[in-house]
């Protein structure tokens, strides 16, 4: 487990500077350059935040191998209740416009007073190499 070249190459990729960085963490420049060069490793309790910050999973930062059983989102299907056509409309146009996941189809549908909105978006991710909101 190398966490603090992990740290690094997810920092450069973002396109920080270990100043930047150790600013948004509230700690020193010389503790970021501590982890990143395998001096000290950062305390467990802050790889959450870091799998939040650099949008990875905690498994991910920790460099744990994947193995056959993971599982890989292939495709979700998510339905919404909305008010009217025209929201549906508009949402289904924020999906397009998002490049992931990518909507592959979208069905709209009118139930009484209601208008279902169903969409099927493709992933194509193992589950370890996501990157989370």
Do not use: C, H
């Amino acid at each position: 487990m190398d966490i603090g070249r992990t740290i690094r190459e997810l920092r450069q990729k973002r396109g920080i500077t270990q100043e930047e960085f150790s600013e948004a963490l509230r700690v020193s420049v010389q503790t970021v350059s501590r982890w990143e060069n395998g001096v000290n490793a950062p305390d467990l309790s802050v790889l959450p935040w870091f799998a939040v910050y650099f949008r990875v999973t905690t498994d991910y930062l920790l460099g744990l191998e994947r193995s056959d059983t993971m599982a890989k989102l292939m495709k979700t299907i998510e339905t919404f209740e909305l008010a009217s056509k025209r929201e549906a409309e508009e949402m289904v146009l924020k999906f397009k416009g998002e490049k992931f996941p990518v909507l592959k189809d979208y069905k709209i549908t009118a139930e009484g007073n209601k208008t279902i909105l169903e969409v099927t978006k493709e992933f194509g991710t193992e589950l370890d190499n996501m990157k989370f909101n």
